[in-house]
């Protein structure tokens, strides 16, 4: 069975850090790009950063990038965010996803790909 | 950056069909997914490459892109497809595009 947990979730003071997993099962981890994705409360879905399944390729979304660090460690099949300066409007719903990205030759074409397993997320809240 | 415009709600009576738009610029040229989430949920693939169905979604929901607009079909809705929508696409500018998300209200 195909499955995401996430766990590391909590409350943190802004200016904290914390560092969210996320446990991948039922699949080749290492065949997949996987997605951090976060709601804020009563806000849309926001990518937050993706890694490909290698780790070689990584990309952050601006307002995230240099505070979030994502990896992967395929011995654990488990994805991370590293969070670091976190400020209010980080609280919010993370989601790890799988995304199905075609990679032919070692070219990959994101522009098909998709995410078709979602965890069931964790729940960051920075307040003080 | 690339953006994705979606209206904020959509009503639709039980047993009417439901469509829901996605507009970006020259949106024709790429491929959209639709993501079905219902409230304390986590997100569900409805739609991708424009017009697939993940296997267990029902042939009621379907997907069109062309021009500037990509839209999501439910036929025959009912109240199990009460839920928030939402489009998203890849972009070389920004590689996650997400629409701001259709509430579908089954009156």
């Known amino acids: 069975q195909v499955q995401l947990v996430e766990s590391g979730g909590g409350l943190v003071k802004p200016g904290g850090s914390l560092r969210l997993s996320c446990a991948a099962s039922?699949?080749?981890?290492?065949?997949?790009?996987m997605i951090w994705i976060r709601q804020a409360p009563g806000k849309g879905l926001e990518w937050v950063s993706y890694?490909?399944?290698?780790?070689?390729?990584?990309y952050y979304a601006d307002s995230m990038r240099g505070r979030f660090t994502i990896s992967r460690d395929s011995a654990k099949t488990s994805l991370y965010l590293q969070m670091n300066s976190l400020r209010a409007d980080d609280s919010a719903v993370y989601y790890c996803?799988?995304?199905?990205?075609?990679?032919?030759?070692?070219?990959?074409?994101?522009?098909?790909?998709?995410?078709?397993?979602w965890g069931n997320g964790t729940t960051v809240t920075v307040s003080s | 950056s690339y953006a994705l415009t979606q209206p904020p709600s959509v009503s639709v009576s039980p047993g009417q069909t439901a469509s829901i738009t996605c507009s970006g610029d020259k949106l024709g040229d790429k491929y959209i997914c639709w993501y079905q989430k219902k409230a304390g949920q986590s997100p569900v693939l409805v739609i991708y490459?424009?017009?697939q169905r993940p296997s267990g979604i029902p042939e009621r929901i379907s997907g069109s892109n062309s021009g500037n607009t990509a839209t999501l079909t439910i036929s025959g809705t009912q109240a199990m497809d009460e839920a928030d929508y939402y489009c998203?696409?890849?972009?070389?500018?920004?590689?996650?595009?997400f629409g701001g998300g259709t509430k579908l209200t089954v009156l």
């Open positions: 998203q696409a890849w972009d070389s500018s920004t590689p996650v595009v």
């Open positions: 996803a799988r995304a199905y990205i075609l990679c032919t030759n070692g070219v990959c074409f994101h522009e098909k790909g998709y995410m078709d397993v």
């Open positions: 039922g699949f080749i981890f290492s065949d997949y790009y």
């Open positions: 890694i490909s399944g290698s780790g070689n390729t990584i």
């Open positions: 490459e424009d017009s």
